[in-house]
């Protein structure tokens, strides 16, 4: 017995984006002067999932969200990346060494569906 199936790939565009930020980062390095306009280009986030019925009412699914593991954020100027941007003395380090923002990396979810 064949398994009715879908496969579903989304492209989120995200951005571009202009903004005066309110992270502390350093001058001039990061921006030429404190009310300077920032502006971030746009970028893509691709995602992807596959489900099939098992049986009527049963569905299971994986799902690969960030399929190519983008290190960006629609936002902030001060990604976890170097060079790095943003004031250190500020940054939230809490002795691990992480500095900076990134949206979340590549995710992988699995589940299975009941409809009653």
């Given amino acids: 017995m064949a398994i009715p199936w879908s ?6 565009l995200r951005g571009p984006l202009w903004y005066n930020t309110e992270e502390p980062l350093r001058i001039p390095a990061a921006e030429p002067n404190a009310s300077h306009i920032h502006w971030k280009p746009a970028f893509w986030v691709w995602n992807a999932r596959l489900e099939g019925e098992l049986r009527k009412g049963l569905t299971a699914y994986a799902a690969v969200n960030n399929i190519f593991n983008v290190n960006q954020h629609a936002l902030f100027i001060a990604l976890d990346q170097q060079p790095f941007l943003g004031n250190p003395t500020n940054a ?8 900076g923002n990134s949206m979340p990396g590549r995710e992988f979810i699995v589940g299975m569906q009941a409809r009653f």
């Fill in 92 to 99: 939230n380090t809490q002795g691990i060494g992480n500095m």
């Fill in 7 to 12: 496969l579903a790939i989304t492209g989120i």
